[in-house]
């Protein structure tokens, strides 16, 4: 891809960035921070639920409190991503607003 597409596109994400308010970048960032705890814990359950793995002819596999669990470990991922993305937007965006 060339240079002049990479540059229209940066213009577009910092123009994006310098129109979003800081109350909905401060929301998402206070929904995942309360989240996190909430899925590492339930998340950890996956480990220590005797019956969450079954055992079919030598391979281990989920039964569906396993398959429920799991969907909380990859929600934990999830919450972590909003952190990190929506964190660096919110300090962008502040930092513009400040200058």
Do not use: W
Not at 54 to 66: P, V, Y
Request: hydrophobic share 40%; charged share 15%.
């Amino acid at each position: 891809m060339d240079m002049k597409g990479t540059s229209s596109r940066q213009k577009l994400h910092d123009e994006l960035v310098a129109n979003v308010p800081l109350t909905r970048l401060s929301t998402c960032l206070v929904g995942a921070l309360i989240t996190t705890p909430i899925y590492f814990v339930t998340g950890t359950m996956l480990l220590s639920t005797p019956g969450a793995t079954i055992e079919c002819k030598g391979l281990h596999s989920m039964n569906s409190l396993g398959l429920s669990l799991f969907k909380d470990v990859m929600s934990f991922g999830v919450s972590l991503y909003f952190i990190s993305y929506h964190g660096q937007t919110a300090m962008l965006a502040e930092s513009r607003t400040n200058a």
